[in-house]
């Protein structure tokens, strides 16, 4: 599950996302809201062809994995009002969705219903959003003198926040409001993206689960064949030796290449099964 990519704006890591996913298949792949950003493309953002082969990639995860696709509405993405809900063959387009798995029921929903500032003071929304564009700017100008200087990435934006005790705060709450919707529910868990702060927890016998984004964290959450969730991490993947997936090079060849990679299964392997690409 990955949520928060905001295509169309320059903050976006949409190279790093299609990367990623070029070395998983998994039966099921959840985009968890604010894939696109709508706000940014109406005001000063720009459609790159990066951005076109995030959704070429996810074409391909149909294609040749059948891969069942759920893309959820975010408040960035709120365009798609217009057409929810939308199935097409593998791809279903929907505002939020319970998922069920190993006896447990999950409430997935992008977050922002549960967020007053966006749901009902758009005009303080959008002003946010234009600081947090800024802050964005100043991260790359800062993260680019620090590979010249061989430092590794830093989030700004990330320690600012963890800095200012109002939005540790509102984070909190955040999740504690999100904690109560799952029980409310009868569900086990909840998982939720929005705020671009990646976590696993439990909240009060809640499992809190938040994917992160891919504007700053580039995190995502991935389930094991026995139902547990966890966090995966772009930058703790290291793709030096391990290239792009080439269909004309032997199981193998390509078992060795990827035996480190870190595994995550959505379902368990038949005895006779090659290791593949799980996420």
């Known amino acids: 599950m ?3 990519v905001h295509l169309g704006t320059k903050g976006s890591k949409a190279k790093e996302v299609a990367q990623f996913l070029k070395q998983y298949s998994c039966e099921n792949l959840i985009l968890n809201g604010d894939i696109i950003d709508g706000w940014q493309l109406r005001k000063s953002g720009s459609w790159k062809r990066k951005h076109t082969r995030f959704f070429n990639r996810m074409l391909k995860m149909i294609e040749r994995d059948n891969t ?5 509405r975010g408040n960035h ?23 069920e798995s190993n006896g447990k029921k999950y409430f997935i929903t ?22 947090y564009t800024f802050l964005l700017w100043l991260n790359r100008l800062v ?12 989030s700004l934006s990330q320690y600012i ?5 109002s939005a540790v705060s509102y984070i909190d709450q955040y999740e504690a409001e999100l904690a109560k919707m799952a029980h409310a529910k009868g569900c086990d868990g909840i998982i939720c993206g929005h705020i671009h702060k990646a976590e696993n927890r439990n909240i009060e016998g809640i499992e809190y ?8 964290t580039m995190s995502a959450l991935a389930e094991d064949e026995n139902g547990n969730w966890q966090l995966i991490y772009y930058n703790e993947i290291d793709f030096r030796h391990k290239g792009i997936r080439d269909e004309n090079i032997s199981d193998d060849t390509l078992t060795n290449r990827y035996q480190d990679l870190k595994i995550v299964a959505f379902e368990k392997l038949a005895s006779d099964q090659k290791p593949p690409f799980l996420f």
Do not use: C
């Open 209 to 216: 689960l938040n994917s992160g984004d891919w504007v700053e």
């Open 161 to 165: 926040k963890g800095k200012v005790k």
């Open 110 to 131: 992008h977050g922002d219903i549960f967020d007053s500032v966006t749901t009902n003071l758009r005009w303080i929304a959008y002003l946010g959003d234009i600081g």
């Open 77 to 99: 993405d709120d365009f798609l009002d217009q057409i929810l809900p939308l199935h097409i063959g593998n791809l279903s387009i929907l505002p939020d969705m319970i998922y």
């Open 2 to 4: 990955i949520s928060d």
């Open 143 to 154: 993260n680019y003198h620090r590979r010249k200087r061989g430092l590794p990435y830093f």
């Open 68 to 72: 069942k696709v759920f893309y959820l």
